[in-house]
């Protein structure tokens, strides 16, 4: 029971790493003004009279999480700790293009997620920046749980998931504010 509880957690560990540093890539390339693609992905457009996305989802903040985690981080979970990689259900039978299609899905499906959950903020009237707890903090989970889950199915280790990725996003982001990256705490 134990070890099945320790295997769950390890692998949620390792899952989680892809989609919520592709989650946090955006704020490092508006942080250090990579100006590069810096254009709302919604161009401007409205519904309702409100943004659809807003200015804080752009192309530099897609661009950057993916080549960050889906290329760059997974080629270093890859070849640095592929003990690991292989405790993930059907993750082990994946070449390293495969693997990299697959992370690149990832990590893109994790800002799918952030992006749905920015499209109703500025729908129900939720201004940028403002907190809508919990779903900030599960948005980019949920995106990489369901992309996850359509290619392989449900795992048990997804319950674990959920817990881990809630706990490390509150923890990153209590350290963003510490080292004045951003500015609010949660």
């Known amino acids: 029971m134990l070890d099945t509880v320790l295997n769950h957690l390890t692998v949620a560990v390792v899952f989680i790493l892809i989609p919520g540093i592709a989650n946090s890539m955006p704020v490092f ?22 943004r659809v996305l807003g ?24 070849f640095v ?5 292989y405790k993930i259900p059907l993750i082990s039978d994946l070449s390293l293009w495969q693997f990299l299609l697959f ?12 992006s749905l959950k920015s499209f ?7 201004k940028r920046g403002h907190s809508w707890f919990p779903f900030d903090q599960l948005d980019w989970i949920i995106g990489a749980a369901l992309f996850y889950i359509i290619i392989f199915g449900w795992q048990d ?20 504010y510490l080292l004045g990256i951003e500015t609010k705490a949660f």
């Open 29 to 50: 390339a508006h942080r250090f003004k990579i100006n590069f693609l810096n254009y709302p992905i919604d161009c401007g457009a409205k519904l309702n009279n409100k």
């Open 55 to 78: 200015d804080g989802k752009t192309w530099r903040g897609f661009f950057f999480a993916w080549l960050g985690s889906g290329i760059l981080l997974s080629l270093l979970l890859y």
């Open 81 to 85: 700790i592929p003990d690991v990689l």
């Open 103 to 114: 992370s690149s899905g990832l990590s893109i499906s994790a800002l799918i997620g952030d």
């Open 120 to 126: 109703f903020k500025r729908q129900s009237g939720i």
């Open 157 to 176: 280790f997804i319950y674990f998931t959920f817990i881990l990725g809630l706990i490390s996003h509150l923890l990153v982001k209590l350290g963003g």
